[in-house]
């Protein structure tokens, strides 16, 4: 979707493009490190090239009015700045307006109204957070909009915030942090415990990232997160009587084996060993990725899926086919689930010479198992929220 475009609409709808400008905001997609973020450990995710855009105005009076092209048929949908909470009616607009919620509970209170237009070119409720790259981008058009001085890093916190608290999802910081901190062609290292995090450089010679959509949409999948969330803390809470940790995430493999017999269930046990694990993975994963060894990587990306599909339980028969099958095929270099989980999507490192016949057996595999169709995106590693 050109600028012009996106301005053109933004002008039929609203009356004029006088003091609108274009914005865009990635979406991402995690590499490894599945289901750690809340528990204390490392994640690996980049930004996309692909994402939100956003053309936006500020009003001189209090009124929102909103459109996405990615629900037309709700047309816009007007409110205020005045007394925001979360709506049902509301639908897709609860996401902008829970930021500028979350911006005034930090101190920093919208006072004027917006006319916001929204195009998604990432598939929604897919896993590749289409969530994070709206409150991102409203954030980022706030921040530019109305002078308020926060950081990149502020504005994935208060996306976060926004998400936990204006629309009821225990979401980990993640998503936010991933967008607002996007590089080009670099993933992120981030430590969630601490929120120390590095750049590591993806250079995949011969191979690209290949996003493999289930199409089925996460239906239970919240109530699961925030099943999985709870079951983590209990573990938690049992281990902490024989060792003193702060998360899951501060346990190596050996001191979980050694301890685990605190935890009283055997789900909660396959639970903590996927967190604690995991975690574990994606250290030694980017470890091998600055040694240069992507073989080592795709096999840890691999064993992440399993962890995710026997003891974290989180995949479901169309993820689980999609990652079987694209792990059948010559010159995949490694193949996962990717975000939450129960539907969405997979990442996959591809040899260029395998592309083609990737999308075509996964996707002929796919169809006939699942009884419709997925789809493929060969993807690249974008930058954090930008003004076009
Ligand atoms: P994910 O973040 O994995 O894509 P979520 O269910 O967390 O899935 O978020 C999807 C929701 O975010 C959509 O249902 C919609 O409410 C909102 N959203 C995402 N992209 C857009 C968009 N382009 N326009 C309007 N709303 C959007
Ligand atoms: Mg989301």
């Known amino acids: 979707m050109m600028k012009e475009q996106l301005l053109a609409k933004f002008g039929e709808l609203f009356g004029g493009t006088d003091g609108a400008k274009v914005y865009f905001a990635p979406g991402r997609v995690n590499l490894i490190g599945e289901h750690t973020d809340y528990n204390g450990g490392h994640v690996f995710p980049c930004a996309l090239t692909i994402g939100t855009y956003g053309v936006a105005r500020r009003r001189e009076d209090k009124k929102l009015r909103f459109y996405s092209m ?13 007394g925001l909470k979360p709506e049902k009616e509301a639908d897709w607009t609860n996401y902008p307006k829970g930021v500028m919620w979350a911006f005034g509970e930090k101190g920093m209170e919208v006072t004027n109204g917006m006319d916001l237009l929204l195009f998604g070119n990432i598939p929604n409720g897919s896993g590749l957070s289409s969530s994070a790259s709206v409150e991102v981008l409203t954030g980022y058009i706030l921040r530019d909009q109305y002078g308020f001085e926060v950081s990149n890093q ?34 992120i290292f981030l430590d969630t415990a601490t929120m120390e995090f590095e750049y590591a450089p993806i250079q995949l010679e011969g191979a ?20 999985r969330r709870s079951e983590c803390e209990a573990a938690l809470a049992e281990l902490q009587q024989v060792i003193g940790i702060e998360s899951l ?29 995991e975690n574990q993975r994606t250290i030694k994963a980017v470890a091998a990725l ?22 974290y339980e989180v995949t479901g028969i169309e993820l689980d086919t999609l990652v ?22 997979t990442v996959s490192i591809v040899k ?25 995106y060969v993807v690249e590693i974008g930058d954090g929220p930008v003004v076009l």
């Open 249 to 277: 995430g501060d346990l190596s493999e050996e001191q979980f084996e050694t301890y685990k017999s605190a935890i009283k269930d055997p789900v909660r046990v396959k639970r903590a060993r996927h967190a604690v694990y």
């Open 324 to 345: 079987e099958e694209a792990w059948k095929v010559d010159g995949v270099i490694g193949s996962r689930m990717t975000g939450a989980g129960f539907g969405g999507c």
């Open 70 to 82: 990615n629900f037309e048929q709700l047309g816009v949908i007007e409110s205020s700045v005045e």
């Open 208 to 227: 690209k990232l290949v996003i493999s959509c289930s199409n089925k949409k996460r239906g239970l999948g919240d109530s699961k997160y925030n099943e």
């Open 154 to 187: 502020d504005l994935a916190l208060i996306g976060q915030f926004s998400e936990n608290k204006f629309n009821g999802v225990n979401c980990g910081i993640m998503d936010q942090f991933a967008i607002a901190m996007g590089k080009k062609d670099h993933a």
């Open 352 to 376: 260029d010479e395998a592309i083609e016949a990737f999308q075509e057996q996964v996707g002929k595999a796919y169809l006939e198992k699942i009884g419709y169709a997925a789809d493929f």
């Open 290 to 311: 600055k040694a240069n060894d992507i073989t080592e990587f795709g096999k840890l990306m691999n064993a992440s899926h399993v962890s995710l599909r026997d003891d």
